[in-house]
């Protein structure tokens, strides 16, 4: 079998943006030949003294080495004092790697720990790639010093590229917005081209500010946020042994700290926040494997959120709907399969079943209306809307998908040869 | 875009197997052009008086109104004095129709009642197709009369073939047993080629014996194998709206009634039930749409049943685990991907991972002896078993499913038109 090349997803954003430097954050990519060659493929961000550090990361039961020490020294006593660092490798996963997989974090971390002079609890590392080869260590370290002295705060545009793996373009995002006595700034880059597909397709995901908030106040906030954005998109249901979110502020704005969640600079910082991890998350689907369609599943009127959120779910994700969607087929038929599949309490008569304006089911059946050219034409668009409505209560969640193609089989297909 | 042609599954079975004859049980096809043409599309089955019906059902929330009929049937009152009878259609499902749906189960329920001269109450009816269109009930009554007037003994074959859709066999199996005065038959059919999916690809089932069991003794049996055949079988995880298996059992084999769950007829009768349950689910799998391999997945040592259940389903259902068995990639790491993700207890220091005998990963690792000649070599065959052991208690399930194809979405991405 040929390998598939990787052309720019068509649902690419047309260039990757400006980023604004983020005081207190530098970044030096450089190309270690952890499994690729001829490009970066690790990236080591230095963080000032006083940065405060928040995470979350995948609930696999089989997650990698590196999420399971970035969890414990999250979860351990934080001295913010001697800044902190993190370090990403793509190429290898360093998941089910056995013992052998937290020495080689401990290798890692204690290699960036002595070239920076940081202590090794404040080094948060992430690794993407194949599963169950033992990661090149050496590798690795033998590049740290010389990252080291090239740390750039112009640099988050090379990390994107160097956490990369399947990914068909860079990801990054930003926010501004005026804090209490300074502006406020926020990046993000992320990695991603399967929800999470594991793999070469984990999710990756790094944030920076430089607003002062501290690591308990900044968690409450993003943690808030990730079941609105991060855990609302899907590419195959997948999901890996190795996503990871960092958030890092460094409190360098000049902005007074934001200590209340209910004062409008914290308002604004959130409101940024999710900004950038909504469109970073919209953007990893976008590089969804082999997709060609942006897909917005929008339900309204369920029982509750959650239960918003499991219709959402079963349609984003069911092979069904993707391929038709794929197809261009109109297919409303397998929304209401879909619907009925997912557990949520739902009740046919009361359903209505929306692609963009177009009402196509409604009282338990077809629409009057039902227009099947017009359908058809409206599934030739790029992104498309998908509108549930089950008519029971308040609760309401969008997620977005993207199609499933011959391309995500190709890509998949023989992913590791 | 062509409509793709439908080829006979790769793994198929080499014939449809010899059916003995149930004593009281005749069948009718016909063509009443609901809508393919030039073929059978119409089974009506007369059960003598006496017979015992049991059934299980889809339980999705927007089921169709032919399944909300059945179990509101099978809920009241029985009389079963008067016997029983069976009509399906393929071509459409009736199902998300509103109040009409209902209407045209009465109807056609209704037809056959007359015709047979049976209540309504013990009329079933199923229906597999498009969703959303209305059933065009006048075509189907238009041949009630005829199907009633030339009744066989040995039409199940006939009916096995008239209920396909996508199909590309017709699935049939049989067992029979001394019972305890005579020889006792069991046979099945079932249409299916997605467990599951909906439009086209609903699955149907229809088993019958002469064995004489009373309702409630014969729905215990029927419910407790359930989990073990057709709820173990995935093809690509959606549910659909209209999945029914009905089992009738006449009572005229001549063999004493089977009445104590413990007795030696009634485990054979157990044992007979489950191994034809087991045969058409693995058929409807065998047909999955594009299916080229036929994957066991048999997990060991979880916590409990449950558990193993959800791991063993969390791998069949895994697009990345589905579509490297299509690429023949013995890619192990997407089991430990999906042994993660599937919320069971896990561990990964405990967890083995077989390929047919061999032991690919052990300890939390890839195992010592692991070659990957050999693991790839394994990936060429037609059967594959994928073998998990979690090592943490005694639950066990085995599952079986196919791989992930171009021919999937081919099928899939262009439905209706």
Chains 1, 2 share one sequence.
């Not at 502006?183 to 920076?208: E, Q, R, W």
């Not at 902005?255 to 900004?275: H, V, Y």
């Not at 953007?283 to 219709?311: I, L, M, S, W, Y």
């Amino acid at each position: 079998m040929n390998k598939p090349q990787n052309p720019v997803s068509p649902l690419a954003p047309e260039r990757f943006p400006d980023l604004p430097l983020i005081r207190g954050a530098e970044f030096a990519s450089g190309a270690a030949g952890v499994k690729y060659k001829g490009r970066t493929d690790v990236t080591l961000v230095r963080l000032a003294p006083g940065t405060s550090v928040a995470g979350v990361f995948t609930r696999s039961s089989t997650r990698a080495a590196s999420v399971l020490d970035c969890q414990a020294k999250l979860a351990g006593p934080v001295d913010s004092s001697a800044g902190a660092a993190i370090i990403v490798n793509s190429g290898n996963a360093n998941a089910f790697t056995g013992k052998a997989g937290q020495e080689a974090v401990d290798s890692v971390t204690g290699s960036v720990a002595n070239a920076l002079g940081i202590p090794r609890e404040r080094v948060f590392s992430s690794s993407t790639g194949v599963i169950g080869e033992p990661l090149p260590v050496e590798r690795i370290t033998a590049i740290v010093e010389n990252l080291a002295g090239r740390l750039d705060p112009a640099g988050a545009a090379d990390a994107a590229r160097a956490i990369m793996t399947t990914d068909t373009f860079a990801k990054g995002a930003a926010a501004s917005f005026e804090g209490d006595g300074g502006t406020i700034n926020i990046v993000g880059i992320a990695k991603g081209s399967g929800m999470i597909a594991p793999d070469m397709a984990t999710m990756l995901v790094y944030i920076f500010t430089d607003a002062q908030i501290a690591p308990r106040t900044l968690q409450r906030m993003l943690s808030a946020r990730v079941d609105r954005t991060f855990n609302a998109i899907t590419v195959d249901s997948d999901t890996s042994t190795s996503d990871a979110l960092i958030l890092a502020a460094t409190g360098q704005s000049g902005a007074a700290p934001i200590t209340d969640l209910r004062s409008a600079p914290a308002r604004a910082f959130g409101k940024g926040l999710e900004q950038v991890m909504l469109d970073l998350a919209q953007q990893v689907v976008r590089d969804g494997e082999g997709a060609t369609k942006f897909v917005e599943v929008r339900v309204t009127g369920a029982a509750d959120n959650a239960d918003a959120h499991r219709v959402a779910m079963a349609i984003a994700n069911s092979p069904l709907v993707k391929t038709a969607i794929a197809g261009e087929d109109a297919n409303w038929g397998r929304v209401v399969m879909a619907v009925g599949k997912s557990g949520a309490q739902a009740d046919r008569d009361r359903l209505t079943i929306r692609f963009g304006d177009m009402v196509l089911a409604e009282n338990g059946w077809r629409a009057p209306a039902y227009d099947e050219a017009k359908a058809s034409a409206y599934m030739k668009q790029e992104h498309l809307v998908i509108g549930v409505d089950l008519g029971l209560g308040k609760g309401r969640r969008t997620v977005w998908t993207c199609d499933l193609t011959h391309r995500y089989i190709d890509i998949n297909a023989d992913y590791r040869s």
